[in-house]
């Protein structure tokens, strides 16, 4: 990474292992910019339903994904981000586990990912930028002098979004949810374009008996050790 080039911290991993809350914990402690790829990826499956286009139509899907109208606007405390797609705020929309299997689906699309390359390299600004994804340190970001893969059990993933669910007075079989969880994993680690899998120089943490302020607190002392900060 040249010297010009502001830090690039990269957080992979599966879905439900934390790491979108330590990406925004990372953020605000650092006051970096924040990139939810997941979500880009999740907007576009959204973004299918909305439009009423197949989800197999590899070309729909393709420019739809490069002309994506979405925004990410900061809230304040570990609130994260609000997210608006055409306007419509669909921040809680796009967590659902439907949406989360059509992302999967999306972006299995060598097309697709292609399209949405450009977008994901320009939030790296002066800034420094906390990048969350299943790529970003394989694929967006090779350079980035902090990779980390966060990653936990199917089944503590599965406890974690049952409890989710439940604050948000809604019904969740855990059976079921760890079945869809089983599923994305493997689709997620076996397809041939950019598969989830730690960088070869990622620091892989387990945060399946981890509190997220643990978690935070590794990641902050890997950045001392590094003088990124």
């Known amino acids: 990474m040249s010297k010009n080039t502001a830090p690039v911290i990269t957080v ?21 910019q924040l990139l939810d790829s997941g979500a880009l990826y999740r907007l576009v499956g959204l973004a299918s339903q909305k439009h009423s286009i197949a989800i197999e139509n590899v070309d729909a899907i393709t420019t739809l994904a490069a002309c994506l109208d979405v925004q990410f606007n900061a809230l304040k405390g570990h609130e994260g981000v609000s997210v608006i797609l055409e306007g419509e705020d669909v921040t809680r929309a796009i967590r659902n586990e439907e949406v ?19 977008r994901q390299r320009a939030f790296s600004t002066d800034q420094g930028l906390v990048a969350d994804g299943r790529d970003m340190g394989t694929v967006i970001f090779p350079e980035a002098p902090l990779k980390v893969y966060l990653t936990a059990s199917a089944e503590e993933r599965a406890r974690r979004r049952v409890l989710q669910l439940q604050k948000q007075g809604a019904s969740a079989s855990f059976d079921k949810i760890l079945h869809d969880i089983q599923a994305r994993d493997a689709q997620d680690m076996n397809r041939s374009i950019a598969p989830l899998k ?8 387990d945060s399946s008996e981890l509190d997220i302020d643990t978690v935070v607190a590794r990641i902050g002392q890997l950045l001392r050790e590094r003088e990124l900060v």
């Open 12 to 32: 992979d991993g599966p879905s439900g292992s934390g790491k979108g809350t330590v990406c925004k914990r990372l953020a605000e402690m650092l006051q970096w």
């Open 100 to 118: 989360g299997a059509l992302a999967s689906k999306v972006a299995s699309y060598p097309s697709v990912r292609q399209a949405l390359l450009d």
């Open 198 to 205: 730690p960088a070869l120089d990622a620091v892989i943490i």
